[in-house]
Each structure stands twice: as C-alpha cells, then as structure tokens.
C-alpha cells in the first residue's frame, strides 16, 4: 500500500513539474519568435509556472500548503486571463465566436485551480475535488477541440500542448488521491490506543499481562493463532 501511495505522489509531482516545465519552454519559445510579452503578462506566466512547480513540491514532499498556495498562484494567471478575454467583447466585436471560446477555455482554468485549491484545504475530499478538477479539464479540451474545428475546420495543437493537458489532468487526478491518503493516515495515526490505568497496571491487569496470558494460552494450544492475533490487535487497540 505504501508503494502505491509513493508511486501516485511521485506522479502527481512528475505531472505538475512537467506542466510547468512546458510552459517554461512555451515561454522561451515564444521570445525567440519575436512575440513581445508587456511587464504584466510577464509577471503572471511566471507566478503560473511558479504555481505548477508548487504543487508538484507539495505532492512530492507531502506538503499539502503547497498545493492551496501553489493553485493560487495559478489562479492568478488564469483571472487575469479571463478578464482580458472579457474586455475584448466589449473593444472588438468583429470577432465574437473567437473571443468567447477563449473566454470559455479561461473560466474552465479558473475553476480547475479553485478546485486544486480547495483540495489542498480539504484533504478529507481531495480525492472528489481531484476527480473533478480533471473532469473539468478534460471538458476544457473537450471545448476546445470543437471550438477549433468550428472556427477554423482543424485541430492545431503541438506535442507539448497534447502533454500540458495530459500532465493536468493525470496530475489532478493523482494529487486528489495524495491528498485524501494523507488525511487518512493522519486519521488513522489519530486513533485513540487502549487506556491504562494505574489499578490495571497495579492489579496486573494491564495491557502486557493480558497479553502475556493470551500467548501462553497459544502455546498450550488452547487458542488458535488467528485468535492470539484478534486479541492482541482487542488489547493494544489496534
């Protein structure tokens, strides 16, 4: 079980730095093709991979803060995404159909990142909020997919864009699932043990006389081991 909870968390964390690996590179890219980026724009691509690399840390080094702080960061970059896209309606309206696809590929960001945020608050339903955020994903590509083929009758998306929807969604998924095990196995670390009082202890009725007993009865054969098992796991409150 503790494999399985390492491999989910080292996938999260593969996912979310991929993410934030890809719009680095984007970035770059970007630059060298001349397309000019003003101060503001700047800032907050940076916050969003700052975000994506946040979270992977989180899931990574089992800091679910992370994740509430790292999802806001992006949120930043996606609110101010969807509010430019809101100002175009009003500025140019020549290109409508366009503009609110954009608008709608914003909002689906926006609500994913609330989402992850929430998750990382909540752990007890990270592994719902996780779920859905990569539904709402998926949905987002979904949009997009047909809005392209609306609009322009083709699909253009390179390699690293397929990823970047991959490693949200996958990473979104995973992280859910990191985040609620978390939250169980701090529960589980949380339950109470057996009391012992000091008349027990005194009486010879604690805890390791009663087992004591319990393991000579097995080794005169009068109980099983299955039921040893029972009732140490009674007595040590296991």
């Known amino acids: 079980m503790t494999r399985q909870k390492n491999i989910r968390r080292y996938i999260a964390a593969a996912c979310f730095a991929g993410a934030a690996v ?16 003003d101060a503001v724009s700047l800032i907050f691509s940076v916050l969003y991979m700052i975000g994506c690399a946040l979270i992977a840390v989180s899931t990574f080094a089992s800091v679910p803060v992370f994740t509430a702080v790292g999802g ?10 969807l509010i430019s896209f809101i100002k175009l309606v009003a500025l140019d309206s020549n290109y409508l159909s366009i503009v609110l696809f954009n608008i709608s590929l914003a909002a689906f960001q926006v609500v994913f990142f609330i989402l992850i945020i929430i998750a990382g608050l909540n752990k007890k339903s990270a592994k719902v ?8 994903y998926g949905v987002r590509l979904l949009v997009y997919i047909i809005c392209r083929l609306i609009n322009y009758g083709y699909i253009s998306m390179g390699l690293t864009a397929w990823l970047h929807y991959l490693f949200m969604i996958l990473g979104a998924v995973m ?3 990191v985040l609620y095990g978390m939250q169980a196995g701090y529960s589980a670390s949380k339950r109470p043990r057996a ?6 202890l005194f009486s010879g009725n604690g805890p390791l006389d ?22 140490k796991r009674n007595i040590l409150g296991l």
Do not use: C
């Open 22 to 37: 890809i719009s680095v590179i984007s970035l770059i890219k970007n630059i060298s093709n001349n397309i000019s980026y």
């Open 72 to 81: 806001g960061l992006a949120l930043l970059n996606a609110v101010r995404s």
């Open 129 to 136: 909020l996780g779920i859905t955020a990569a539904s709402v």
């Open 175 to 177: 992280l859910g699932l």
């Open 195 to 200: 009391q012992v009082s000091d008349a027990e």
């Open 210 to 231: 009663q087992l004591g007993k319990a393991k000579m009865l097995l080794d005169a054969g009068v109980i099983s081991k299955e039921e040893f098992t029972a009732r």
